[in-house]
């Protein structure tokens, strides 16, 4: 069982990360900042429709202030949706915002609704913090998931990822005479595989979603991480599996008894071989990224040396005991997983 031991530390994003995403375009400023939404006079808690507590609460605001952030808020939604395109956001409004004070972000989720056919999404307003931004770029270049978040100084701004929470479909959905188990068990593991070889870690069954695709004949399915705080922090190496949390033992209890090591080997080399395609038609973006990573301060230097020692246990070398930044760990780890050694 892998646990957290203390709350993880918050990095500040840098000048040289603050040029990477300059340059791609995922710096810009907000008529909204995350210290505006925390002004908020008082709050009540959000239950679900079972009315359970979610652990979120809905927060309220002065009139005045509530009008100048509904205005501002449907800017930000119209930045991130349609590159600032502000003729859309006449019709709409932001008709909810619920706070977290548990997550390392402390975030806030906005509630947008179209006027015109009461159709709503949602994104989310955060805490900066360099690991974070770190994450959501390697998710973006070398998972299947392309994503959409702006930064502007101590503000990030998350699109909402659709999905069912992953402990919710281990509950409630694991169990379904019509899921098609082994397709499950398969997009498990080519996710752990995922995990690991960028380093993200904390993959606890709240920390991701099942993103579920009626197909032609059957469903498929795809698992998502939605948390990013977590990359490349902790020092021990299970961290970035999310086969070893107690959360996800269903699941992995379910690859064990419907996959044979031949079919997990198969599909982690076919997640592998996906991320090192990607990983090349990227190679210059992905490149500018693993260099802030070197040069930047994400973990503590205790949780690097520690990382090291496993990893050089796990890939049977000793090469990761040269890393000097937890940047080098994971710029060699993607290289020993994701480059086949030369045939001799």
């Not at 995350?34 to 609460?57: I, K, M, S, V």
């Amino acid at each position: 069982m892998t646990l957290i031991s203390k709350k993880k530390i918050t990095y500040p994003v840098g000048e040289r990360l603050q040029q990477y995403l300059a340059e791609y375009d995922r710096a810009t400023r907000l008529p909204v900042t995350y210290a505006d939404l925390a002004r908020f006079t008082g709050a009540y808690p959000l239950l679900d429709r079972q009315g359970n507590d979610t652990l979120w609460e809905t927060v309220y605001y002065e009139p005045n202030a509530l009008r100048e952030l509904s205005q501002g808020l449907t800017e930000v939604y119209a930045l991130l949706k349609t590159a600032g395109d502000l003729s859309f956001t006449r019709h709409l409004l932001a008709d909810r915002i619920d706070y977290c004070r548990f997550g390392n972000s402390q975030p806030f989720r906005v509630r947008i609704v179209n006027q015109l056919n009461d159709n709503h999404d949602y994104f989310y307003v955060k805490k900066a913090d360099a690991s974070r931004v770190y994450g959501l770029e390697l998710e973006h270049i070398l998972s299947p998931n392309s994503i959409t978040y702006l930064l502007n100084g101590n503000t990030l701004i998350e699109e909402h990822i659709a999905g069912i929470p992953g402990d919710d479909f281990i509950r409630h959905h694991l169990a379904r005479p019509h899921l098609n188990k082994v397709r499950m068990a398969k997009e498990f593991v080519k996710f752990n595989e995922r995990c690991f070889a960028r380093l993200l870690g904390d993959m606890r069954a709240y920390n991701y979603i099942v993103d579920v695709t009626l197909d032609f004949e059957d469903e498929q399915y795809r698992v998502r991480a939605i948390d990013f705080d977590q990359q490349c922090y902790e020092g021990k190496k299970n961290m970035y599996l999310p086969q070893f949390f107690k959360d996800n033992r269903a699941i992995v209890q379910l690859c064990s008894r419907l996959l044979k090591p031949e079919n997990i080997r198969q599909y982690q080399a076919e997640e592998r071989t996906l991320m090192a395609r990607r990983a090349r038609s990227e190679r210059h973006r992905l490149k500018d990224l693993i260099d802030c990573l070197r040069h930047d301060t994400v973990s503590t230097p205790e949780k690097v040396s520690q990382l090291k020692q496993e990893l050089n246990r796990h890939h049977s070398t000793e090469q990761f005991s040269r890393c000097r930044s937890m940047g080098d760990v994971v710029r060699l780890n993607l290289k020993l997983m994701l480059i086949p050694p030369k045939k001799s």
